[in-house]
């Protein structure tokens, strides 16, 4: 409501993140977890599937969002 974030809240926060990377539930986040979410943000915005980023597609991803 204020804008500031308790204890509380932060701690809820983190460990709503933590479980969305924990992706197969064993309670620990391994590297590939970690870049899951990374990874797909890249095949989303590479909208001609070359592997590699234009300026144009980043431009266009920050449009968008």
Same mark, same amino acid.
């Given at each position: 409501? &204020? =804008?500031? *974030?308790?204890?509380?809240?932060? &701690?809820?926060?983190? !460990?709503?993140?933590?479980?969305? !990377?924990? *992706? %197969? =539930?064993? =309670?620990?986040?391994? =590297?590939?977890?970690?870049? %899951?979410?990374? !990874?797909?943000?890249?095949? &989303?915005?590479?909208? %001609?599937?070359?592997?590699? !980023?234009?300026?144009?597609?980043?431009?266009?991803?920050?449009?968008? &969002?």
């Amino acid at each position: 409501e &204020n =804008g500031e *974030i308790s204890y509380e809240e932060f &701690n809820t926060s983190a !460990l709503e993140r933590f479980t969305l !990377l924990d *992706i %197969n =539930g064993d =309670g620990i986040v391994t =590297g590939e977890e970690f870049m %899951n979410p990374i !990874l797909e943000r890249f095949k &989303n915005m590479d909208l %001609n599937t070359d592997d590699v !980023l234009s300026k144009k597609e980043i431009r266009k991803a920050r449009w968008e &969002n």
